[in-house]
Each structure stands twice: as C-alpha cells, then as structure tokens.
C-alpha cells in the first residue's frame, strides 16, 4: 500500500508497511502512481505524451525510472505487502503488567471551562481531592504490577491537580523512598492550568518533573473565552508570565505549551504564532472534542480551513527552523527513521492494559478520558483489576479490530487511533471518529513533508524535490 500526495511543491511517496518515504520528481510521482494498474510501454506512452513539451523527459528516462521503481518494489520499499498481519492479535494476549498511571489528584477545579471533557473537573460526578492514603496505594499498585519495566510514568492530572499540592509533593517524595530498593524509576508529568503556580510549584516541578503540560489557548481573546473562573473572568493576564517564568526555569527539561482549538478559532496558527510570540518553543493544538450541537464543536465546512492551517503551519515551523528560530510542535514529532517499534504500532497507546487512571476514590478506569464512564470502572488500587471483562477489551483492541481501518495509509502512524474517541463518536472502543481520522492524517502529511524539507533542503531552494 502506498500513499502519494504534493505538498507545496514536494513529491511524496509513502510506502505503508515498509515505512520507506521517498522524495520524488514529477515524472516519477507519475509513474509509481501507474506502476501497478498498468505495463511498462502503456507507462511510456502516457508519461512521455503528459510531458512532451518538456524535452528532459525522453522514452529512455521514462523506462530506467520504471526500472528503479521495480526495484524498490523488489527491495521491499515501494508496494511492499503486510508482514504483521495477525500478530497484532498476539501482542496484548494475557498483558497484565503495568507501567503507567494517570493520578486524578483533583475532580474539581479552579476554572470553569464550557468545553472541558471532563465536566469542569467533576467527570460528571462529585467534586473530590486525593488523599495522600489513596495516592500511596496507588504507587504501591504501580510498583507491584509492573513486572520488569524499569521507567514507571505517573501524570498528576485534575481537574487542577495543584489543588491537592501538598499529596502531590507527598507523593512524589514518597515515590523516590522507595524506587531503588523497588529496582524502579518514577517519570512524573504535571498537567496544570496555571492559577495556582507560584515560586515554590515552578522550583519543585523543574526538580522532580519529567515534563510539565501547561494549558494556554492562545491569543487573549481566544483563550479567555472559554477558560474562565467561577466568576466568568478570563484566566490568561495571571496565567501567562508564570508560564513564561516557569518555562524559562525548566532549563532543558521537557514541557508543552497546550491548547485547544474550537468552531471559533480555526484559525489556529495566529494562537501558534501567538505562544511563539511569548517565547514558547515546544507546543501543542488539540481539536476540541465535543457533542455535535455544542456551539464550539467543529463543523465539516471547517475541514477545509484546518487542513490549510497545518499545511501553513508546516511552512511556517520551516521558515523559522531555516532562521535558526525552530519550534516544536507536537504532533509533527516524527522520526522516519526509527519511529515507534511495531509493537507500539500494531498495539495502540496500551489504555486498559499498560496504561490506567485512578480517580480520588482509588478507583481504576482503562484512562482518564473513560472516567466516570461506569461501564469501565476496572477495579481500585487495593484489590487490583477486578472486571477482567474491560481489560480483555482493551487488551483484543488494536488495529485489526477497526476494520475500517484495513486500507488506511495512515494505521501504522495512528495504531487505531484514541479508543475514547471511537467510543464516545461511536458507542464502540472498536469505532472511528471520522473526523479525528482526517485531522490526523492530514498532520502525519505535514510532519512527512516538514521533515523531509528540513533534512534534504535546508535551504528551501529545491522545491521539486529529487529522485526516487
């Protein structure tokens, strides 16, 4: 299976199973397009007949190009078939061990943001805060089934889980009392809406955190339209300079600037600009996810407009990366190269199996976008996994199991996608959330592209690209 497309002047070849990317020229984006539906002297007569008026392009060259596309084919580069199929369902087959959690310090908030999924940090249930007890217990789960992962990863998520700040220092101090004799390493993230951050949250974070996630939309405008206190007042004037302190402190270590895009601001890339402008390099744009008839939700007239702006988007990170000026952004992070291992490919983010969140409560759903969903409460952290039902789930969910999936391009690179998603666009983890798909797919066109630009052609001078 192969994907082509032109972006901006780039030829671009994507051969699914191989993962091989090839940077083509016209004439050979032409041929491998043909290569398989027709023969050899039918490819000469069309080829040679589209370029006439161009002198280059002769019988001899159209039929030596035809001869290296057949030997990327025989190589395994081009058109190549699918190995993996059937061992995806092997993969997770009797899974239990564990390597991430994701701890709801907080199901309460300090702001009151309309499109928030989690209900303003109730999750459509009572407002809580984690005891330390719970969170403790949690860790112990965590280290006691965990099997031979070393790296154990802890998200400190709400709600505002700076609301519960001193269990979240409790248990992080805990947590390194006891990694060395439990043969472990704790890497912990803290997702945060900036209210509460002060000096003493930025040091300790900047110590002890992996990574810090700080929610910003964007522009003033954009941003205080929705994430707004108790009281309706916009949060960006006190958020943004801790942010920009906070940044600023965290040295080399990792962090993301992340925003939310809505039906009211597909125009996305000014609130990129915008975070760049404060001198933000490592961001993040989420599409909001939302009912239907929510007035933010995205409509099908946006689709267009979105696709434009990350297509902008990836000329923009360029132009900036050629001024030795780069950012990143998220969800262009691609490695060509290595990537993700099959595994990870094949299998999907790990939620219910690898992966669990836990409420204030101690109780266990597959992730935290499944909280409050009763239907998939798992468990708690002092009996382990008790509804064997949901994991087994989880564990058969991966790229077989969407059959709508089978002739995408793009399922090595999504693994399936969200099952969250799927779920709450189509009633089944096993579903699609067809408009999650096209964002994605057109994302994975401009993280190809922007990367192949800035690896053959720093100084963005070829825009017709080279050989197959």
Known sequence: MIHSYIQNGYHIVLDTYSGSVHLV???????IGRYEAQDSDTIVREITKIYADDPTVTEEDVRACIEDVAALKAQGKLFSQDEFAGLETRLKSGKTDIKALCLHLAHTCNLNC?????????????????????????????????????????DFFGGEPLMDWQVLKDLVAYARSIEKDAGKHFRFTLTTNGVLV?????????????NVVMSLDGRREVHDRFRVDLAGNGSYDRIVPKFQEFARRRGGRDYYIRGTYTHHNTDFLNDIRHMADLGFTKLSMEP???????????TEDDMPVLKAQYEQLADWMLARRLEGRPITFYHYMIDLSHGPCI???????????????????????????FVGEEQFKMGNVWDGVTNEAVREDFRSCNIAAHPECADCWAKLYCSGGCAANAYHASGSIRGIYEYGCELFKKRMECAIYLQLAEKYLPDGSDREGGQA
């Open 25 to 31: 020229d016209p004439v050979a984006y032409d041929i």
């Open 288 to 298: 909001v996810v939302c009912d239907p008839a929510d007035p933010c939700a995205l």
């Open 343 to 369: 595994y990870k490919r094949l299998s999907g983010c790990g939620s219910g199996v690898e992966y669990m969140a836990v409420t204030p409560w101690g109780d266990l759903y597959p992730c935290h976008q």
């Open 114 to 154: 309309s499109y928030c999924f989690a209900s303003q940090g109730k999750y459509h249930g009572e407002r809580a805060l984690m005891s330390f007890e719970v969170g403790k217990q949690a860790l112990d789960f965590l280290v006691a089934h965990s099997g031979s992962h070393v790296n154990l990863e802890v």
């Open 198 to 210: 002060d000096d003493e949250v930025i040091e300790f974070a900047n110590r002890e955190m992996n």
